[in-house]
């Protein structure tokens, strides 16, 4: 209810700030007897790493998870999985300067008014460090995911900046630092260091899919698999937009285009176009989930911006420290992982109600 | 869990179908003492009201709405609202002819394939006709948040198939049957009147916004402000996008730009721009809410369309039948009821945890 | 959250007033595809009905149920299904001489208190009459869980104010107005007689079974079964105790005698005794579900008692009306329902979890 | 849903098991501001520490609780209390020879049927050790309740197998393993004595009681504060029955008895009797809350019993290790700390529904 446990099937509690002791969270719901070790979690929390370009966060975070609980002799037993990370590299005194400030584009303003006081210290919950172990509890539902029903999850940049990124294959994505999914990055590159020397930030546009969706994920009238996929995505640290489908795109379409035609091909339904991007009436079609989303730019820049203090006096704030120029590079992971969130929650929810079967046809 | 509940402090449970007896809803949680009648509600059925124009579906629905608890001599008791309307123009001839079909762009694909059976009449649960029930719940929500807060809301077309609507004044939207804030709508009238002699459809987009707003509503993590608006408008029918603020245009604007720098104006703090939409950190702001949303074209057009039926045929679908030609120009007071609903809820969730006093400043 | 909704799978959505004009629920989670009419309700309902007998309140209330949404065709379609009993006999006069009074043992100083109004008309919303939607709800989770499962409900009078009833046969039940499981009720009958002279009410236990478990429902720490079946049971009307088992037996029983020991017997698990009643670790063993419910005496009597007004000024209540003198008689229905509930919610929150299959041996 | 996390607007999401590397709770939803430290939650749980005398187990765990996240600088942010405690003491081979036999009494045979595996160290994830993580939540929760409103908690033991302890004064509470409220507890350590010999085991009725409590808490169908209360203690391990004020007595209590007569006193309404424990209606009436619960004899007793194994042979169980005589000696501060969980839930949601005003009177 406060809004720190995501799901309900596949419940997860999320807990920490970016400069206690440590970050983590309870996973509740997990089906028993899947395997599952902490190598399993570590792959994809070291795709969100900081440090590991020069274009994001120089911070410096192995962000080891340890699983404190719910598996037993390398199976997952079906009671609570507490995953923990502990903050190592927390030099609060970065942020000395802006304590008593409001950072615009920040949550400083809304934080102190809301509880009356706030932790400063990196942002304390509000930080994007908090999505790291969203990642990790998202690598615990992939993996369910795939071994159930051979679903797969990915993710790239589609536009950094106004640079738009051409789809060029998947393959270039894990080959450069932003998650392009084209072979030159150079005009990405020169962006960045632009920005960087400007003292600025930029925003991005990021794609996510599903593939091999089972057929009937969903509910038809407020948790449908699309709302809880925007509700996912929108909570996601400077997340602005989200798509599903053809998304703004729909509004200037005609209904002869955009209704995806089916056919029959190799004896099953097939979706000639996917224009609905995988969800119709809130439930899933099979098609790939295609969700399209949009982050803003960083809002901890080096140039100075109009503000004012706890007291109601004018202040100028710069904020120093270690900053991503784009937030967006590291996002990618975080969001195949919210994804996976919201499929897993939906595919016990259906299973509840439905029972096993998975699609009529 | 199945998802026909929306909220838990105020908590809407939604029930019915097109074209069973009777549609309405449960609101449970609603604060007590509030003076409250059918004519309070009644009044924002009646703009989402079929047959209020030529553009919009001549299905004939007086959608009168009956109080059947939760108000004693006048007033709010605290103890569940059930609000009902009944069906009155069921015309389910008209649907003879798509019941074993798949109509494309329709839920009738995955209905049938998630439950194994569905209800065809009206497209069932999935019609759009389940939202006057939430535009009831939000009349209730919006005469809350107005005698507690003062908080108000509005929507308007911005955009109806390819024609961009300026934004000329707030008056007009009441006085053309679009929404538009705009004092000359020709060129919509235009593009229906093509449209519907063409049997084609199209997308709308619409802007949906709260003024004074209490500052400090929203939740840190997952249950942000502007998560669960983005749930609560992408899970409204043929919704494909949704946008906060400065929304997919924040991706390619500056840091230097993007966050709204804060000032001192009238002895309060004062945003000079609104790029956030009225929420940081997922918590408002107390700038307006500006929300953005995209309206897919409607599926029920008198083209044909290719598609299969139930037994995995190849079938040609035309929808006959009354069908707004594009289901955008009801949806505004649709949209302002789901946002209504969703600050009342997050007014309920902040005073449960931090009291009465909202804003410390 | 504001205790209208039973469940969360199987979720109950209660709404109503027991003398407004009509009393209901909604039914979300309902798996699709099951045969279910009026008529599947009806049976429950008629058993729990005021007017059948000397020893009940003489309010004349049909209680006919309509099903309002969710069946299409006699079957459940997966969606909501509204239930709605108007409320037809609604003698507002019998109660104008305590409206601004407290009875003893009821809830009108609480409701006073928490919320600053009440609706005194036949205790509003406190009145037991809120169990008949939960009797109809009820009978729809017995059916789905006899049809799955075999599983079965029945429940017994066991005590009637001072007066122990042996258990004979569960054949005896139906065929007196006290739900006793003995051919002899004649001192039930006396004690009646003389409560009724004296203006006075007594209590009752009962006690309510389900047979042929599924092994494998429920939660390993809050929502463990048995938790569950305490908060159903406590929430029901003038419930002041419940027990699992052995119930209080148990604290005087030692472990050697306590822990029920288990065998092989026709190639399955066995148990030779059952103080556990059906439960360990939270979790359903297969024995029966055994559950004992203690009943306070009904509040409303002819006897003068002392109290105040909402001035806060000396009064005498008295409580005309039409009263049941033992609450405990027309409960067992409601138990019975109340205990289908709670097994149809952990049946499905069992497959959400663990899949269809139940029980590992 | 899976039924780790207990409330929801106080919501304390529990993990661990017995012998694992940690146990912990996360709490969400603590209003702000409050001044919290370890030494603030210690003292609770050294009250319900294992070690502390013959009586009980003689496992040695200083349970020391870490707050990992949710204060700063001394104070609660509103953002998640996790709270972490090391298991220190983990004999895993104690154990050893029952990994494959059911325990009569014990969750194991229902844990390997629900999830067909389990963790059988120290009865994994069904140990009483995860109450201590219960017992640090509650200390949070009495605390603010305390600050707030001056409501205090406490309990004690009133029978211990069949030895009655009659109530002498809440002094002696302390001054006793027993939690006894009488000055001479000679006669319950006669009888641990006895059981330990004899290898057995008893059970315990315990007392647990809320003074100075708040009007209005509560909810009126299902959530009543006296349904929460059941399921909350029913909940504990080892409980088997639950009673609210009279309760089983009520069942042969008059109606001219039981109903509590209302007066002025020192200006404010004064109950003259407490029959009903504090509850009317589901809502708090002001006076004490009065809860009374049985609790089971330990089921890990040396004396064997038969059982079968996980193959369905027959075995006998004899449990060695070290464990608690009676559970309810050390269960009082957990029912404490489950009681002022529920009334701080109850507390947020009424103050999210009604606001700060408690009590119209």
Redo the contacts between chains.
Sequence with gaps: ??????G??F?V?????SH?????C?I??????MALCEADIQGDLDRRRPGTSKYVTQRNEPDQV?I???V?EG?T??????LLIYNTDQRSKDYGNILQS??????D???????????P?GG???SAR?TAPMVAAGAVAKKWLFEKYGTTFKGCMT?L??VHIPFESWEHVSANPFYAPAADVSALEALMDG?RKAG??????LRVVASRMP??????????L??????????VNAV?????????????????????????KD?K?HF?TN???G????????QDLEVSV????????L?P????DTQ?N?VEVVTKGRHDPCVGIRATPILEAMLALVVMEHA??????????V???
Tied chains: 1, 2, 3, 4.
């Design positions: 209810m406060s809004g720190n446990t995501f309900n099937l419940a509690t999320n807990f920490g700030e206690g002791p440590a970050i983590g309870v509740d719901g997990c089906p028993p007897g340890q404190l609980s719910g037993y199976k037993t079906g009671t609570p999985i507490a409001f950072r615009p584009g920040h949550a303003f809304t934080y102190f008014n809301k509880y009356g006081l706030r932790d210290r304390g919950r509000s908090l536009q900046g106004d920005l600025d930030s930029c925003g991005a546009r057929v009937g994920l969903g509910q038809p009238l407020f948790d449908k699309d709302a809880d996929i925007a509700y996912a995505m929108m909570g602005k937009g989200v798509e599903i489908g053809a998304g703004f795109a729909a509004v200037a379409q005609r209904g002869t285009t955009h209704g995806d035609e089916i056919e029959m004896g339904p000639k224009n609905a991007g969800v119709l009436g809130g439930i899933s079609t099979g949009a982050i803003k730019p960083t809002s901890s820049i140039s911006k109009q503000s004012i109601g004018a016990l929810q259906h299973r509840a109600q439905c029972g096993e079967a699609g009529k046809q």
